[in-house]
């Protein structure tokens, strides 16, 4: 199940989407970044003034940012209270990190 948070102004929606922030159903990222943290910070700052936080090239007021996180917390709690959802966000993660380590 999938919760907007926002459509952008061309009509694509931002959605979370379990763990993963999506824009028009395709993967953006899996977390948030403050603006303050980024390093693009002041061209975010000269095109949307009001972003706190970034989801991979979308900008996220705070009140959208704080959806965000809900959603992920709310994703969170299903998961903890599913084993074989544990089991599987265990398999993704060393999955992952062999991806980045180079082993396939």
């Known amino acids: 199940m999938a919760t907007l948070i926002k459509t952008t102004e061309d ?3 931002v959605e979370v989407n379990g763990l993963a922030v999506c824009l028009d159903g395709k993967l953006e ?4 970044i403050e603006v303050e943290m980024h390093p ?7 095109i949307m003034p009001a ?6 090239r979308i900008a996220l007021t705070a009140q959208e940012a704080r959806k965000v996180e809900e959603a992920f917390a709310e994703t ?7 084993p074989a959802a544990i ?3 265990f398999r993704l993660a ?3 990190r062999a991806c980045m380590d180079g082993v396939e």
């Open 29 to 32: 990222a899996f977390e948030l």
């Open 76 to 82: 969170e709690q299903q998961i903890l209270a599913n």
């Open 40 to 46: 693009n910070k002041r061209a975010i700052q000269e």
């Open 94 to 96: 060393v999955r992952r």
């Open 51 to 56: 972003a706190t936080h970034m989801a991979g």
């Open 87 to 89: 089991s599987e966000r």
């Open 11 to 13: 009509g694509r929606k």
